[in-house]
C-alpha cells in the first residue's frame, strides 16, 4: 500500500469513555446504548454510529470516483448506512452493515452496477470484505 493520508485518535474509557482525533476534528464522548444495557447518556454516541458516519461518507466517495472514471454524473446522491452489533455464536461481538445507495437520474441496473462497483473501490468494503456482512440497496 502506498499511504496517502494517516488519521490519529486517542479513546480514553472504552463505550463509556471519550475519544477525539489528533487534531480536534472529531471530539465525542461516547456511552453504551440503553439497548445493550448501557446508560445512553444523552448527547453521546457510540463506535457503531462513528462507523456509520465513515462508512457513509467513504462510500459515496468510492461512487463518485467509480462516475467519474466513467463520466457520468451521480449529482445528488446520496448513502444511508445502518451498521448493526449483536453476539456471535460462539461468544464476542459482531457487525452488520447496510448500505442503501440513492443514485437518482439512472436506470436501476446502471445505478446498481455503479454501487457494485464502488463496493469494489471503497477502503471500507475492501477492508470489511469477507469479515462481515455488507447488504447493498440501491434506488433510483
Known sequence: MK???TAH???TG???GHSEASDKSVVVDLSIPKEMGGPGKPGTTTPEHLFAVGYAACFGSALE???RQKKISVEGFSITSHVTIGAKDGGGFQLAVELEAYVPGHAQSDA???VAEAHMV???SNAT???IEVKLTTRV
Request: hydrophobic letters at 50%; aromatic letters at 14%.
Open 3 to 5: 499511504p496517502l493520508f
Open 9 to 11: 485518535a486517542l479513546a
Open 14 to 16: 472504552g463505550r463509556n
Open 65 to 67: 470516483f467509480v462516475a
Open 112 to 114: 446498481a452496477a455503479l
Open 122 to 124: 471503497c477502503p471500507y
Open 129 to 131: 470484505r469477507g469479515n
